[in-house]
């Protein structure tokens, strides 16, 4: 499948081994890991940060493996997920940086083209998640708005 923004091609990558069950070598239980979750997610990190840190200093290949639910899921259901899903306030953060940018260099037309793309796929997930009810209905991306919730 080509690129979403490019003319090319994507290379295939690596894939994680089909394991089924939680390793024998993990000696954390289901309920520490989701303790770590809740409060590392109180302490303001996100899920892929959380992630991160359960594989390399506590030794936790999958989360999904060893409790049966991703990291997202038990930080709804402990009530400390944040308001906005990850990926978009990511790329909205994106675009006021960028935005910024171009305030001071207005002859940048690279990066111009460039926030119009991100500002694309920010519609784009912003269509997809109000599909899905993650998002209300009445919803609606600016950079005014992105501005002031998420600084």
């Given amino acids: 499948?080509?690129?979403?923004?490019?003319?090319?091609?994507g290379k295939s990558c690596s894939k994680r081994p089909l394991i089924t069950e939680n390793p024998t070598w993990v000696t954390i239980s289901a309920t520490e890991i989701e303790d770590i979750i809740v409060k590392m997610a109180k302490d303001g990190n996100v899920s892929a940060k959380i992630g991160l840190v359960l594989r390399d200093q506590y030794g936790v290949p999958d989360v999904k493996l060893a409790t049966g639910k991703t990291i997202t899921q038990i930080m709804k259901?402990?009530?400390?997920?944040?308001?906005?899903?990850?990926?978009?306030?990511?790329?909205?953060?994106?675009?006021i940086d960028l935005n910024v940018h171009l305030k001071?260099?207005?002859?940048?037309?690279?990066?111009?083209?460039?926030?119009?793309?991100?500002e694309a796929r920010i519609r784009r997930l912003e269509r997809y998640y109000k599909r899905n009810g993650v998002l209300p209905k009445?919803?609606?991306y600016s950079l005014n708005t992105a501005e002031l919730m998420l600084k």
């Fill in 138 to 140: 009445d919803w609606k």
């Fill in 1 to 9: 499948m080509a690129r979403m923004h490019a003319r090319r091609k």
């Fill in 104 to 118: 001071e260099n207005r002859g940048d037309i690279s990066n111009k083209r460039g926030l119009m793309l991100i």
């Fill in 77 to 95: 259901e402990k009530g400390v997920a944040p308001a906005l899903p990850e990926d978009l306030s990511n790329l909205m953060r994106r675009a």
